[in-house]
Every structure is written in C-alpha cells, then in structure tokens.
C-alpha cells in the first residue's frame, strides 16, 4: 500500500526567510505526488503535483517540491516566506490504477510564519 | 468558475442520532469523493463515485454510513447511528472529467461534525 509521512507536526520560520516542509512516501511502482494547503475553516486547495519529469515541480503562491528518487522524498519549499503562508501542509500519493484515483494524505504539517 | 459547495457547514448533534450531509460537485465533475478529516490526521477516503455509480467504498463503516448520488451530481453522505467517533470534518472533493486520472481533486468547505 502506499503511503506518505510527515515527520514534522509543526514548522516554524520567520517572514522572508526559505522554508521547507518534508514529506518522505513509500510507493509500489511510480510514484505520483500532491501537495494540498488548507486553511482554518476552509477545504483543502491544490499547490503541485509530481507525476514525471522535472524533479523540481513549481506551483501555485510560489511554492515549489523537489523530488528525490533516492531518499523517497517530496519536499516542498519556498524561497522567501510570507505571513499568510501560515496553514497547515498535507502531502498525499494517489493510490490506484485505472478510475480508482484515490489520495492517501499524510498527518499534516501547520506551517507557522512569524513577523 | 463555482467551486464545490457543502451544506451544512456545521452540525452538532447526540450519540445515536442521525444526519446528512450534502455535496454539489463543480459542474461537469463526473468523479465524486467523501473524504473524512478527524482532528489532527490526515482526510481519509470513504467513497469515491464515478457519475452515479461507485468506485470504492472499501473504507466506508457500512454499518451506519451511507451515500448516494442520484443522477450523478449531487451527492449526500448520512450516518445512522453516530457515534462519538463519527466527530470528524467530512471533505466533499471532485476531478474533472475525461481527463488524466493524475489531475487534481477540488475540495469543498467541509462540514464540520460534533457528535456529544
């Protein structure tokens, strides 16, 4: 079965400087990734996906993933943090062939940006 | 473009007791999913619908919960009985159609269920 880990509960950074929230997964086969953001009261909203080609993937608010083969990482990053990045982080693999595609989440990372 | 839209946005109800939740798709979306978000995890899929037929449902309690999606487009979620368990945000998500089954879902508000 595949699955994704966020080691990380909470990230704490300062505006304007980089950050990077990890996620690490275990696939059987290729591995097709998302990032998903989400904020309080509100669903998830998609940032990137990972299905082949470029292992550095950009997305939506300037946030990037960089894809590592060989440590089975998927971490996204960001050059220059804001304040209103402040949400919490999930990393998901989809699951399944064919019509089947379901996402299995990670825990979730609240990303904390401070002033 | 309209996004998916979820009803009640929130729900208190007691153990035993029953509700419904309620889901409209973007429109043309021919893939549907409830997902369940228990505090501190990650949302986990309960059923996932193509058109009105279903795709999985292996993680459904089927015991108490059901959904349906007559015609295809909206879709309703109901547990009977709740349980203190059942306390969760319930996600609401649907894919495009005809396109590469590696696109992105599109997620609704959520509802929010508090089971006493």
């Known amino acids: 079965a595949q699955s994704v880990a966020q080691p990380e509960d909470q990230v704490n950074v300062a505006e304007g400087n980089p950050l990077t929230v990890k996620c690490t997964y275990s696939?059987?086969?290729?591995?097709?990734l998302f990032w998903y953001v989400q904020y309080p009261n509100r669903g998830l909203q998609f940032l990137l996906k990972?299905?082949?080609?470029?292992?550095l993937v950009k997305g939506s608010y300037g946030f990037e993933a960089e894809f590592n083969k060989s440590q089975t990482s998927f971490h996204l990053k960001k050059p220059s943090a804001l304040v209103s990045d402040s949400a919490l982080y999930f990393c998901?693999?989809?699951?399944?062939?064919?019509?089947?595609?379901?996402?299995?989440f990670g825990t979730g990372t609240l990303l904390a940006v401070q002033p | 473009e309209a996004g998916v839209a979820q009803s009640p946005r929130y729900k208190i109800i007691e153990k035993r007791q029953s509700v419904a939740f309620w889901c409209n798709p973007i429109?043309?979306?021919?893939?549907l999913y409830w997902y369940q978000q228990i505090l501190g995890q990650g949302p986990k899929l309960l059923i996932q619908?193509?058109?009105?037929?279903?795709?999985?449902d292996s993680q459904l309690p089927k015991d108490r919960f059901s959904a349906e999606r007559l015609k295809g487009v909206d879709s309703t979620l109901k547990i009977q009985p709740a349980k203190l368990e059942d306390s969760a945000v319930y996600l609401c998500?649907?894919?495009?159609?005809?396109?590469?089954?590696?696109?992105?879902?599109?997620f609704g508000p959520g509802t929010r269920l508090t089971v006493l």
């Open positions: 990972y299905i082949t080609g470029d292992n």
């Open positions: 696939v059987s086969g290729n591995p097709y």
């Open positions: 619908f193509q058109n009105n037929g279903v795709v999985d």
């Open positions: 998500a649907s894919r495009p159609t005809g396109t590469s089954v590696y696109n992105e879902q599109f």
């Open positions: 429109s043309g979306h021919a893939t």
């Open positions: 998901a693999v989809r699951e399944g062939g064919g019509a089947t595609n379901k996402l299995i």
